[in-house]
């Protein structure tokens, strides 16, 4: 039992130098100060330490693969590989026990032979490769193959490395419609944030969306939707502090994090916010283990209607 109450602190120290970008011992773990305000937690330097405790999940001998998080990438074309990788293989770093990609038969060589511990689904078409009368068919084949995972999944990402390609698009706007109808969550950046832009009502009144856009992402999702409510939706929005908000709460997160402003940063982000948010929704459902093949819809839908995960 020693040894695994040391992982857990391990993996507490691991997840707030994610967050504030310093080295911590477990000595002064307790005492850490993370300049977060919030409206909720009234600037408490030990909010943040204590939601990473209370949704981490302990390390025993009676789980099984799978309840600590199983994460889902939908992104990856030809030109953008990189991208879901990191989304990805970030989830499996933070915690969680699975991750899955799926991207366009073009990605999936690449993306599987950067790291066997991802599951790489090679199902996504883009418009070169489909003939104007094939395309029904081939988006039915795409949301019926992932569908078959769906309820397995405990959140997923969309958009690392997407593309903007108008049937690929198309058959994604398919799959978070599906993804919405199962209560799944979703974290939404990159092209997916394009794609939002376009089409609000993806997302639009749904409590287990998560937009994270940089600070021209959200300049353009302000100027297309100026004067239009998202309701309910949480918006993280990253820069040189990052703001947090679902509408009626606020948080912000100022401390220093690394100087670099490179690419894939905001996709390391987006694998972690997805592992972040399937942890909280496992424990404010009474403290319920989830299942084998995710919580189940039933579960999620009771999730949904008793309150959104951001308030935690």
Same mark, same amino acid.
């Given at each position: 039992m020693v040894g695994f109450s040391a992982a857990v602190i391990r993996r507490q120290q691991f997840l707030v130098r994610c967050l504030v970008g310093c080295n911590i011992s477990s000595k002064n773990l307790s005492y850490t100060t993370i300049k977060m305000q919030s409206v909720v937690s009234g600037g408490s330097p030990d909010f943040a330490i204590s939601i990473l405790r209370s949704i981490t999940p302990s390390l025993d001998s009676s789980r099984h693969k799978g309840q600590?998080? !199983?994460?889902? *990438?939908?992104g990856g074309c030809r030109? $953008?590989?990189?991208?879901?990788?990191?989304?990805?293989i970030s989830a499996l770093k933070i915690g969680a026990d699975l991750s899955h990609v799926f991207c366009t038969k073009d990605a999936a060589a690449v993306?599987?032979? $950067?790291?066997?511990?991802?599951? *790489?689904?090679?199902?996504?078409?883009?418009? $070169?490769? *489909?003939?104007?009368?094939?395309?029904?068919?081939?988006?039915? !084949?795409?949301?019926?193959? &992932?569908?078959?995972?769906?309820?397995?999944?405990?959140?997923l990402v969309i958009g690392p490395g997407l593309g903007r390609d108008p049937f690929l698009l198309d058959c994604v706007s398919d799959i978070m419609k599906h993804a919405r109808q199962s209560n799944v969550p979703m974290v939404i950046d990159g092209d997916g944030l394009f794609l939002v832009t376009n089409c609000l009502e993806l997302v639009s009144g749904y409590p287990l969306a998560v937009l994270t856009p940089n600070v021209n992402e959200y300049k353009r999702l302000v100027q297309k939707f100026y004067k239009v !409510?998202?309701?309910? &939706?949480t918006i993280l929005r990253k820069g040189g502090s990052d703001f947090i908000s679902n509408g009626d709460l606020v948080g912000a997160v100022s401390a220093f994090g690394s100087p670099r402003r490179c690419g894939g940063q905001?996709?390391?982000?987006?694998?972690? *916010?997805?592992?972040?948010?399937s942890w909280p929704v496992s424990v404010l459902l009474n403290g319920a283990e989830p299942e084998s093949y995710g919580y189940g819809v039933h579960r999620r839908v009771c999730f949904v209607e008793k309150s959104c995960f951001a308030c935690i």
């Open positions: 600590a998080g !199983k994460i889902g *990438v939908v030109e $953008y590989t990189g991208a879901p990788y990191f989304s990805a993306i599987k032979s $950067y790291s066997p511990e991802l599951i *790489v689904h090679p199902i996504l078409e883009e418009s $070169y490769s *489909v003939r104007d009368e094939d395309k029904k068919s081939i988006s039915a !084949k795409v949301i019926e193959e &992932v569908d078959k995972w769906m309820g397995r999944f405990d959140c !409510k998202i309701g309910g &939706v905001g996709d390391i982000l987006s694998g972690s *916010v997805a592992v972040f948010i």
